[in-house]
């Protein structure tokens, strides 16, 4: 069996920090490490339209916001296929075929869409049903493409585990036809989930407490230095600290090195130090908020610089989606021909079906 990666991002904005520390970096790992057969991007753009209908130029303009940041931070599209969800018609047609094999019960009880729901404020007038049959549409999206490996954050889980769930109903009605997916979480546990500046659970362009891979230097110091949120306890520098909880300390967690102290922090070797004169008192926030813009810009700044000259030719990277989404309409066609065979709908490819309506006919007049 091959081993095929799938993944992608909604186009709804720009892509920040946190995509980057939660899926983004381990993506180029994965397409440089040589352990794959296939990686696969999806822009979801019809997921994305499900609580954006509304308002579907948000979702096309960014399209192309999200595929700078992927080149910028060092996506391969001769080594990843970049492609666009509504423009593979097989992954519709897989959806409406998976949805027979779930029920709206099933549906309500998967705890992601419930936080999703409760998140967006959906009542249950108000609550497009695309939304609410999402599950559904990711398992397309997964086995469109026969992928075994999917990389999820923990929040995720419940999603792809309903997608297994339909895996395995189809198989065992029609016949071993479709790929059974795996999680692949990542391992570094402070990466899972970076939250927003302020100490919000997820970052969101909404609430403003985002850093997004494209914001300039200065912007990135504006948000650490007047947004970042620390410990409320600490209020003065001989005051013990709590690195728990603390935002500065949870995204050195997720992008430090030791080398950094080196650079730009000598008085520790690594940040296990730092932490530890911070909980015993004597180290200000201002010390540590200075260290995490230099670890950032470290960071950002290779990927702005990318990112600036991309920007410069947008017709390369129309021609890198629109190349990548053909050879995925090739990919999805294929497995959606597999699916209707094994469910034998597939009534002008195969001419034994013919010979049956022959036969039904002829028991019928006698």
């Not at 479709?178 to 402070?190: D, G, R």
């Not at 702005?304 to 999805?332: F, L, N, Q």
Request: hydrophobic content about 35%; overall charge negative; charged content about 25%.
């Amino acid at each position: 069996m091959k081993n095929i990666i799938l993944t992608g991002d909604r186009p709804t904005g720009r892509l920040h920090l946190g995509h980057y520390v939660g899926s983004l970096k381990r993506r180029v790992e994965l397409q440089n490490s040589g352990n794959f057969d296939e990686i696969n991007i999806l822009i979801a753009d019809d997921q994305a339209l499900t609580d954006n209908a509304d308002d579907p130029g948000k979702i096309r303009d960014n399209i192309v916001n999200v595929v700078l940041d992927y080149l910028s931070v060092g996506i391969d599209p001769a080594k990843t296929t970049i492609c666009v969800q509504s423009a593979l018609p097989a992954l519709h047609a897989l959806t409406f075929y998976y949805m027979n094999l779930v029920t709206t019960a099933r549906l309500s009880r998967n705890p992601t869409i419930k936080a999703e729901i409760q998140m967006r404020g959906f009542s249950d007038e108000g609550l497009p049903a695309g939304f609410f049959t999402y599950p559904v549409s990711q398992t397309a999206d997964i086995t469109a493409f026969d992928a075994n490996v999917v990389p999820v954050g923990e929040d995720q889980l419940p999603m792809l585990e309903q997608a297994r769930e339909i895996v395995e109903k189809f198989n065992k009605i029609y016949g071993e036809t479709l790929v059974l997916p795996k999680a692949m979480i990542p391992e570094n546990e402070f990466q899972r989930r970076l939250p927003g500046v302020d100490g919000k659970a997820k970052m969101s362009k909404s609430l403003g407490n985002c850093i997004y891979l494209s914001d300039t230097a200065a912007a990135v110091k504006k948000q650490v230095n007047g947004k970042m949120y620390t410990d409320p306890l600490h209020l003065q520098i001989s005051d013990p600290g709590h690195t728990e909880g603390n935002v500065v300390f949870t995204y050195l967690d997720a992008l430090c090195t030791d080398e950094h102290f080196a650079e730009y922090l000598p008085d520790y070797a690594n940040l296990e130090e730092m932490k530890e004169h911070y909980r015993r008192g004597g180290l200000g926030d201002g010390v540590c908020k200075k260290f995490l813009i230099n670890v950032l810009e470290e960071t950002l700044s290779p990927i702005r610089t990318e990112r600036a000259k991309w920007e410069k030719d947008i017709s390369s990277v129309y021609d890198i989606i629109s190349s990548g989404t053909a050879a995925a309409v090739e990919k999805t066609n294929a497995t959606l021909a597999r699916v209707r065979k094994a469910m034998r709908i597939n009534y002008f490819d195969d001419r034994s079906i013919i010979k049956e309506w022959e036969t039904l006919l002829k028991k019928a007049n006698q």
